[in-house]
Structure formats: C-alpha cells, structure tokens
C-alpha cells in the first residue's frame, strides 16, 4: 500500500507543478498573441516554439525532483525543500502573470531575480537531500538565468 500511496504522490505533485504551469499558460496564451509581438526583442530571443516543450520538460523534472526529496525525507525531514519548491513555483507563476499578464517587464524582472535565488536555493538543498533532484533541478536554474538576462534585455529594449 506504501508503494501505491508514493506513486500517487507523484501523481500530486506534478499535478500541483502542472496546475501551475497552466496558470502562466492562462495569463500568457493571450498576450503571446496580442501585445509580445509588439515588444522590442534582442536577436538571440528564442522561436517561439521553444519555449512549450522547454516548460513542459522543467515542470516535469521539477516535480519529479520534489517528489524525490520527498521519498527520501519524508515530510517532516523534507519541509524546508518542500517550503522552497512551493515558493519558487509561486514566483514563477508570479513572473507569468507580471510579465504576460499585466505587461510589467519592470517588475518581472525583480521577480525573476527573487526566483533565481528561490531556484538556487532549492537546489542546493535538493541536492544535500539525494543529489539527482539537484541535477534535476540544474536545467531549470540555466533555462532561468537565460531568461533572466532576457527579461533585463526586453526591459532595457521597451523601458
């Protein structure tokens, strides 16, 4: 029955991970179409196409990651990773909706310095508790500093 009740947790945390997932989905599905065509963008932006299928693969690993941290610890043991992982999430959903939703690139960019150090953090500590949710979580912070010396590129280019 143990066995059973971990893979449903899994279950649950990618579909906490993916629930956030479609609420930046939500908010930039509209936007996408409608007012980022109008931003000025520097020439290393990424197609459009990508940017799905990246999302997509991180959220699965991220959830993933929590949910081997959360096998080896317990969820007592596990409550500052799982602390962590729920904050960087909210500050990823966060971004979504700054950036895409209220077309505030200003202040997404200070939220996406906050997730940087949320990311970092929780990977440091992801990786103390079995080093492969660190690695997991490695992808994510580079996606993550990409998009971080992008949003900083779209605020200096549309400020």
Do not use: C, E
Not at 86 to 93: G, T
Not at 121 to 136: C, E, H, N, R
Request: proline fraction near 5%; charge should be positive.
């Amino acid at each position: 029955m143990k066995n059973t009740g971990t893979w449903l947790l899994l279950g649950g945390f990618l579909l906490v991970t993916f629930g956030v997932a479609a609420i930046g989905g939500a908010v930039t599905g509209p936007a996408v179409r409608d007012w980022y065509p109008s931003v000025i963008k520097p020439s290393w932006t990424p197609p459009g196409w990508l940017f799905g299928p990246v999302w997509t693969l991180l959220y699965a690993m991220m959830a993933v990651a929590v949910w081997l941290v959360w096998r080896k610890l317990g969820w007592q043991g596990a409550k500052v990773a799982l602390i962590l992982f729920a904050v960087q999430l909210l500050l990823n959903s966060a971004w979504s909706i700054l950036f895409f939703g209220l077309h505030r690139i200003d202040l997404a960019l200070i939220d996406i310095g906050l997730l940087l150090a949320a990311i970092v953090a929780t990977t440091v500590v992801f990786w103390k508790a079995t080093p492969i949710a660190g690695i997991l979580f490695l992808p994510y912070l580079a996606w993550v500093s990409f998009a971080s010396a992008l949003n900083f590129a779209l605020w200096r280019l549309n400020g």
